[in-house]
T-cell receptor, first 114, second 115 residues
C-alpha cells in the first residue's frame, strides 16, 4: 500500500536556526497537510496546500513557517528561526482529491530544539 | 471553530473485553469523522471513518456510531487483543465554504489491553 514518507525521522537543531522538514506524499494525491503534535498532546492542524498554494492555515502557522512543493514529489515545511516551543512531532498527510477523502499520515519527524 | 472532546483519556481492559471511546464535536456542519490509531513512534493510522449521512459503520472488530443530533460519535472495539494497545484519536472535519478538509483532533485515548 502506498505510504506518505517523511525525512528525517529525528532532527536536532539549535534555537534560532532554520529547519526544513521533508515529505513525499502518496503519488496521486492532490491535497497536502502539515500537522504538529507536542509530546503528550493532541495532533494540531498547521496548514493545507493545494494546487501549489496554501489553502488554509491555523493560528500556529505564523510568519516563521512556510511550505513549498519544490518539485513533483516533495512537500516541505520550513521553520525560519526555530524556538524552543517548536519542539514537537511534525506529521505530513495527503489525500487523493476530494476534501472528504481519508487523510493518510506519515510517521513524522521529531524536531528537537536545543 | 470546531472543537472535539474525547473521553476517556486512558482505558484499560482485559483481553477479549470490549472497549468504547467517545467523542463529541461542536460544529453541526462537520460531516466527516475518522478514527486514528497511533502506535509508539508512528504516525496516526486511519482505522475507520464515518460520514454524516450514515449512523453506523462496522469493519470486523471495529465499529463507529454517529449521533448527529447529539453531536457525538463513538468507537467500539470488540474482542480486544494486546495488539490493540495504542493511542486512539477521534477527529472531525471542520467545514465551511472554503475549508480544505483540515482535521480537528480529540486529545486521544491511551488503550491498554491486558493479556
Amino acid at each position: 500500500e502506498p505510504e506518505v514518507t517523511q525525512t528525517p525521522s529525528h532532527q536536532v537543531t539549535q534555537m534560532g536556526q532554520e529547519v526544513i522538514l521533508r515529505c513525499v506524499p502518496i503519488s496521486n494525491h492532490l491535497y497536502f497537510y502539515w500537522y504538529r503534535q507536542i509530546l503528550g498532546q493532541k495532533v494540531e492542524f498547521l496548514v493545507s496546500f493545494y494546487n501549489n498554494e496554501i489553502s488554509e492555515k491555523s493560528e500556529i502557522f505564523d510568519d516563521q513557517f512556510s511550505v513549498e512543493r519544490p518539485d513533483g514529489s516533495n512537500f516541505t515545511l520550513k521553520i525560519r528561526s526555530t524556538k524552543l516551543e517548536d519542539s514537537a512531532m511534525y506529521f505530513c498527510a495527503s489525500t487523493p482529491g476530494l476534501t472528504s477523502q481519508p487523510q493518510h499520515f506519515g510517521d513524522g519527524t521529531r524536531l528537537s530544539i536545543l | 471553530g470546531e472543537n472535539v472532546e474525547q473521553h476517556p483519556s486512558t482505558l484499560s481492559v482485559q483481553e477479549g473485553d470490549s472497549a468504547v471511546i467517545k467523542c463529541t464535536y461542536s460544529d453541526s456542519a462537520s460531516n466527516y469523522f475518522p478514527w486514528y490509531k497511533q502506535e509508539l513512534g508512528k504516525g496516526p493510522q486511519l482505522i475507520i471513518d464515518i460520514r454524516s449521512n450514515v449512523g453506523e459503520k462496522k469493519d470486523q472488530r471495529i465499529a463507529v456510531t454517529l449521533n448527529k443530533t447529539a453531536k457525538h460519535f463513538s468507537l467500539h472495539i470488540t474482542e480486544t487483543q494486546p495488539e490493540d494497545s495504542a493511542v486512539y484519536f477521534c477527529a472531525a472535519r471542520g467545514f465551511d465554504g472554503g475549508s480544505q478538509g483540515n482535521l480537528i483532533f480529540g486529545k486521544g485515548t491511551k488503550l491498554s489491553v491486558k493479556p
